[in-house]
């Protein structure tokens, strides 16, 4: 069966560490993944998108990389700060047939620590 | 605020009862979606639009549940005798047709069933 799995266990760092979530996915071929933030309470807000033939991409303090191969998704927070603190969710795209479908993980709690 | 608005944010109605969300999406995207979403999950699709037009139904959605777009820009979404399992964050999202397949969401209906 089709399935996403983040980071078991919610995550704890150190302010200015970089945090590192994984997005593994087991019997999925997606054309496109992506990364949201959301915080309690709100709706997701969409930060990057990397596709299938890309293996990385770069936003400001956001790194996200993509092994098809694999079947992995890492994305990563460089210096850390306490405003980064929310749930992170990872998204498939492509799937299926269906172009524009996402299928969420279950998220990734963060928290930073001053 | 040019972002995705819904109303109500907040529903509480006893099993059985009808409920009726709306979503506004950003003027320009002629692409929205209806996910679902509890506690410590990920958003779950539901169903999308492009225009007036339903393009896709999640198999889970049971018939109870009936979405709308009349004229190709808000949305409705419909659940009818409410039963205690439809407790969720109800979020809609839209997107910008061919340019992008990041989702832009709203702050989220949170339904209660008594």
């Known amino acids: 069966s089709q399935k996403i799995e983040q980071n078991s266990e919610a995550l704890n760092i150190q302010e200015g560490k970089t945090a590192t979530l994984t997005c593994n996915y087991t019997?999925?071929?997606?054309?496109?993944l992506q990364w949201y933030r959301q915080d309690p309470g709100r709706g997701p807000v969409f930060l990057l998108l990397i596709r299938e033939n890309e293996k990385e991409k770069r936003k400001e303090r956001l790194k996200v990389t993509f092994d098809t191969t694999l079947k992995q998704s890492l994305f990563h927070i460089t210096a850390s700060q306490p405003a980064d603190s929310a749930t992170y969710l990872c998204?498939?795209?492509?799937?299926?047939?269906?172009?524009?479908?996402?299928?969420f993980g279950s998220g990734t709690q963060l928290t930073v620590l001053p | 605020d040019t972002g995705v608005s819904q109303d109500p944010r907040h529903k509480i109605t006893k099993r059985g009862q009808n409920v009726t969300f709306r979503c506004d999406p950003i003027s320009e995207h002629n692409r929205l979606y209806w996910y679902r979403q509890t506690l410590g999950q990920g958003p779950e699709f539901l169903t999308y639009?492009?225009?007036?037009?339903?393009?896709?139904k999640s198999r889970l959605l049971s018939d109870r549940f009936s979405a709308e777009r009349p004229k190709g820009s808000f949305s409705t979404l419909e659940i009818q005798r409410t039963e205690q399992g439809d407790s969720a964050m109800y979020l809609c999202?839209?997107?910008?047709?061919?340019?992008?397949?990041?989702?832009?969401f709203g702050p989220g209906t949170r339904l209660t069933v008594t």
């Open positions: 998204a498939l795209g492509g799937s299926s047939g269906s172009a524009r479908q996402l299928t």
């Open positions: 639009f492009q225009n007036e037009a339903q393009l896709e």
């Open positions: 999202a839209s997107s910008l047709g061919n340019r992008g397949y990041e989702q832009y």
């Open positions: 019997n999925y071929s997606p054309a496109y």
